[in-house]
């Protein structure tokens, strides 16, 4: 009994020993480097496909030690779905993904967007674009035959396009794909503010990616292009470039992606366990069989123990070889 007390008591002095030796150094010691985040869209319940992106950067980022930020991408209002962030934070939680800070809105951001809109105008890197809706959607997003880059009338409403800078190629080091280039020219201009004014994804990204100082973007590579364009963005409004890394695509046996719009079954916090082995697995990180029932921060902690991107190199697709709802 003596001993436990004299334990104690020599517990008690050195942590006050450290206090002390602790109020030498400076309490807040800066943001940790790794900055990872997750943007879903609130259009549509969270899907396997969704999962996975959203593991992926939850899991480097938590292997990294490092913060993982959530950002709902609602610009487009007339796709988002009410009380759909709602249930995509619940959802997230039952599976054990807790974020870190408050969770960010787009829809509230908008300021920022068009201040950034404007200094890309003022520097000449935009142009109006008054090509009818029906001929953009045969051109779809990539491939802009430039009708308007140098036209000097334009009729009607406009989107704004970006000036990619068409002579260069775009490459970086893809944290999973390796190196990767796109050649400007043939990917073209791409809208930044659409014609009904919303601000789009590829200048809303770029100017959140930098505002919230992300580090590391971990994503599908469904993204990859527009990575280039990010890119440029980037360094038209000379903001740093966080570095990529695009997960393979998960895709059923008849190549179609999985996506919302599809037969995708939605997530279930009741199945969480279940479907978290089953991302993990597509993942190429397939928990041992003795924690396949685990609860889903049992699982999480041995994913993020045994994480390794090297784990799917220039892998561009999984398949399934079965339509995923089953799962
Ligand atoms: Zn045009």
């Known amino acids: 009994m003596n001993g436990s007390t004299a334990t104690a008591t020599t517990d008690t002095a050195s942590a006050d020993a450290e206090r002390a030796a602790g109020e030498s150094r400076p309490d807040y010691v800066g943001p940790p480097a790794y ?15 969704s999962l996975v992106a959203a593991l992926g950067s939850f899991l480097d980022a938590r292997k990294a030690g490092g913060r993982w930020l959530l950002r709902m991408e609602d610009l487009d209002t007339s796709r988002v779905i009410p009380g759909c962030s709602d249930e995509m934070l619940r959802t997230l939680e039952a599976f054990g993904l807790h974020w870190d800070g408050e969770v960010e809105f787009q829809s509230r951001r908008t300021a920022l967007y068009v201040e950034s809109l404007e200094s890309l105008r003022a520097a000449r890197r935009t142009f109006e674009c008054s090509c009818s809706r029906r001929e953009l959607a045969e051109q779809g997003e990539t491939g802009y035959p430039g009708t308007c880059r140098d ?8 989107a704004t396009r970006f000036r990619v800078k068409a002579d260069e190629v775009v ?16 990917l073209s201009d791409p809208v930044i503010r659409r014609r009904d004014g919303v601000v789009a ?3 809303a990204v770029v100017v959140d990616d930098a505002a919230q100082g992300v580090s590391d973007v971990i994503r599908g590579a469904d993204l990859l ?17 966080p570095d990529y890394g695009h997960l393979p695509l998960i895709v059923e046996e008849d190549h179609g992606k999985l996506a919302k ?3 995708s079954l939605a997530i279930a916090p009741a199945r969480a366990s279940d479907q978290l082995a089953t991302a993990l697995g597509l993942l190429n990180h397939t928990p041992p069989a003795e924690l396949q029932q ?3 921060d049992t699982l999480l902690a041995w994913a993020i123990a045994h994480w390794n991107l090297d784990r799917f190199q220039n892998v561009k697709k999984i398949v399934v070889s079965r339509p995923m709802s089953h799962v």
């Not at 900055?35 to 496909?49: D, E, I, K, Y």
């Not at 490459?171 to 043939?186: I, L």
């Open 225 to 241: 292009q527009s990575s280039a364009w990010q890119i440029q963005l980037q360094q038209a409004l000379k903001l740093p470039a």
């Open 201 to 203: 994804y590829q200048l």
């Open 261 to 263: 719009s599809r037969r």
């Open 294 to 296: 685990s609860p889903p």
């Open 171 to 186: 490459s970086w080091m893809d944290r999973v794909q390796g190196n990767c280039q796109f050649d400007m020219g043939a």
């Open 151 to 158: 036209a000097s009338t334009r009729c009607g409403p406009t």
């Open 35 to 49: 900055v990872g985040r997750f943007a879903p869209s609130p259009t549509g319940a969270l899907h396997l496909g």
